[in-house]
């Protein structure tokens, strides 16, 4: 998913954004970069609930057991249920730009989905003949499950810079589903994540109608857009609400190593291009790029220094396997594995990293705990599956 592409940002522009985010954002030096211990949890089956899902993307539970939906990036919605199996694509998606990495990507249930029966979908969209960026919108999705209503964009990132790389992109309500939430990719275009002017490399809030809240962090200032919540972001992948400490964490890669853990505050700068524990695909540093923290950029909770190629995240907060209670679940794309992380109890941090899944040879795109308790995901393969994980009874 990351294109071999290096880039220099200037030490004159480099100065600049630094200058900005002394301004903006406080130093966080809780990065935890020492190797934490191989971990062995319950052993688990995996049962396969779909096969022949072409580069699935997301999914997103129904309430009341009606299924899952799922999204391939190609352009397809379809809803899984046990009763019926997979279904024919929905009707009424917006057409989408489906293109290297682009396409149909995220989706997600309105908080007030009992009501008004809306769904959120993010994709790619053309914009001009060369370019594409995100964008996320709303529609109705039917009793009958067959079809979405009067569907509507909300949201545009904007410019469109994308060639075809670096979207993001993942969505997520806040828990009293007043606020919706965006971590957007910065298009293969570095300078950018920290360009406030700019909705590449951000994470964006938004209500869920599309307004922009008052108190958002940049809203008052001049030249900056107000839809933006954090910056110096590259390629989020995963995006969760921490449980247990009610703080939004993000998934994203890093270049050549150093794919991280965020968790993300209101105005912070996570520093992208200018700090990082990458490197470049030509193997050397990334020019003008800090390998140590700076002062006024917040460093990641957490990071690889080898890249899995994270992606979709989920916490694990169910009493149904009391030896997953107080871990996350990521999944990986490069590593093709399902990585679980422990967390001690009291200080939260991480005290082990398990890896799952190895031997299916899969790339982990999605990963969901369902209702019942079980872990579900989703394999960005051309013949992708869709599969629950369960401890073996």
Known sequence: MRIKKTFSLSSAFAATVLGLAVATASVSAQAQSEPVPAISGPAVSVETLVSGLEHPWAMAFLPNNAGILITERPGRLRVWTQENGLSEPIAGVPKVHAQSQGGLLDV??????????????????????????TTVGYGVLSSDLKRIDAFRPIFRQEPALSTGQHYGVRMAFDPGGRDLYIALGENNQPATAQQLDHLQ???VRIRPDGIVPRDNPFRSQRGARAEIWSYGHRNPQGMAWNPWTNELWVAEHGPQGGDELNRIQAGANYGWPLRTEGQGYDGKPIPNASPTPLEGLTEPFHYW?????????????NERVPGWQHSLFVGALKEQAL???????EDGHIVGEERLLQD??????????????????????????????????
């Open 360 to 393: 299916l040879k899969q790339r982990i795109r999605d990963v969901r705990v369902g209702p019942d308790g079980d872990v579900y995901v989703l394999t960005d393969e051309s013949n992708g599956q869709l599969l629950r994980i369960q401890p073996k009874s």
């Open 108 to 133: 997600a249930l309105a908080p007030d989905f009992f009501r008004s029966r809306r769904i959120y979908l993010a994709y790619a969209e053309r914009r001009d003949k060369q370019n594409s960026a």
């Open 201 to 203: 490399g951000k994470v």
């Open 305 to 317: 220094s080898v890249s899995p190629a994270i992606s979709g995240m989920a916490f694990y907060n």
């Open 339 to 345: 990585i679980r992380l422990e967390f001690d109890e």
